[in-house]
């Protein structure tokens, strides 16, 4: 198997991510929920991922950390929290329907900022010109079509320029850029813990500046007395018992992460995704959306000239390659490129990919082509 769908999920992951999973599970309960050894363990456990995820992202505050079920859970918490109808939310053209449908079902006036792809400079002018009419600005850190990489530092500071609370999505940045939760002064910040973290799926984080209103209520471990959710955080949007071996699993893909480095995973990815790009240029049948340097992270979209993407994805399928196609979840971000009608193949990389499996890749798709003409 050639496994190049980790901007869906990262499959192959460190050894350590599984073997602290099955620990948790061996040997913890339920966090806040009992002063025995078994139930201080989770709380331990509990707080040393959540103080491993301030570290990385520079969250001041440990407990403004939460841990959510995936990145769109924490967004919908975002969202529910500073959007009502009638609120006007600008939006980049690259946006996930994680960030849309939630924004839809709140009555949300939605604006876009409309930019060609892969154009930085574009994207800022096009915020500048709408931001005006804002009164809540939502973007993406990376689409997760194309890998591009939106200047969000700029568009953050555009936000505290003129006083519009922001939400960021970092759901393909997270283990590749430097997501820096306090330069960028975003109200909230959502992530999942199972693509570029290398953390099992049903985790993610959600990093908060704001309170926010609670998306769940239930048990929290604190503040049994009270009928609402408690008024501080984590515990206002923790509600029920937490995914610990989850969560022991999370913090095991951060340490990681940590100690490889973001910059050192992108650089790996960015030589994979030269190669991929070099080797299938080669081919006109193939048209590739690739971005100049520095504006593109290990994700690369393509289209075959005259086949349907999902044919073209079984075919590869059959042959042992895992990728994606169709509009992957964001029909905005293929408006945005033109490539609504049809979708794209995506492929998306990770340190776990090697250049023999590209080149394999890359020789099984002409093959494959070759044998259709």
Do not use: W
């Amino acid at each position: 198997m050639i496994y190049l769908d980790n901007a869906a999920t990262s499959l192959i992951k460190p050894a350590a991510v599984g073997r602290e999973m099955l620990r948790a599970m061996q040997c913890c309960a339920s966090p806040g929920r009992g002063g025995h050894s078994a139930a201080m363990r989770a709380s331990e456990l509990v707080y040393r991922c959540r103080e491993k995820a301030a570290a990385l992202f520079h969250v001041p505050e440990s407990e403004n950390v939460v841990f959510t079920m995936n990145a769109t859970h924490g967004l919908n918490v975002a969202i529910n929290s500073l959007v009502s109808k009638g609120t006007r939310v600008l939006i980049s053209g690259y946006e996930h329907n994680a960030v849309t449908r939630p924004l839809k079902k709140a009555g949300a006036e939605i604006l876009v900022a409309r930019s060609p792809l892969f154009d930085q400079a574009s994207c800022l002018r096009a915020f500048r010109e709408q931001i005006g009419r804002a009164q809540l600005l939502v973007c993406t850190m990376v689409s997760n079509v194309f890998g591009f990489i939106l200047p969000v530092r700029e568009i953050a500071a555009l936000c505290r320029e003129n006083g519009v609370p922001l939400i960021v999505d970092a759901s393909q940045a997270a283990g590749t850029l430097d997501v820096d939760f306090e330069a960028l002064g975003a109200a909230f910040l959502a992530m999942p813990g199972h693509k570029g973290l290398f953390g099992p799926q049903g985790t993610g984080l959600l990093l908060c500046r704001k309170k926010g209103t609670p998306l769940l209520a239930g048990g929290s471990g604190s503040d049994s007395i009270l009928q609402e959710m408690p008024d501080y955080l984590p515990d206002r949007h923790e509600a029920g018992t937490q995914n610990v071996p989850g969560i022991a699993g999370l913090l095991a893909g951060m340490e990681y992460v940590e100690q490889k480095t973001p910059r050192a995973i992108l650089e790996e990815e960015h030589a994979l995704l030269r190669l991929t790009g070099e080797s299938l240029a080669e081919d006109e049948r193939i048209e590739l959306f690739r971005g100049p340097d520095g504006t593109q992270s290990g994700v690369l979209s393509f289209r075959i000239r005259g086949m349907d993407c999902d044919e073209a994805a079984g075919l590869l399928s059959e042959r042992g390659v895992c990728l994606r196609s169709g509009l992957h979840c964001a029909p905005l971000a293929h408006r945005s490129a033109g490539t609504l009608d049809t979708g794209t193949l995506r492929l998306s990389l990770s340190p776990f990919v090697s250049r023999e499996e590209i080149r394999a890749f890359c020789g099984m798709l002409r093959e494959l082509l070759d044998g259709l003409r």
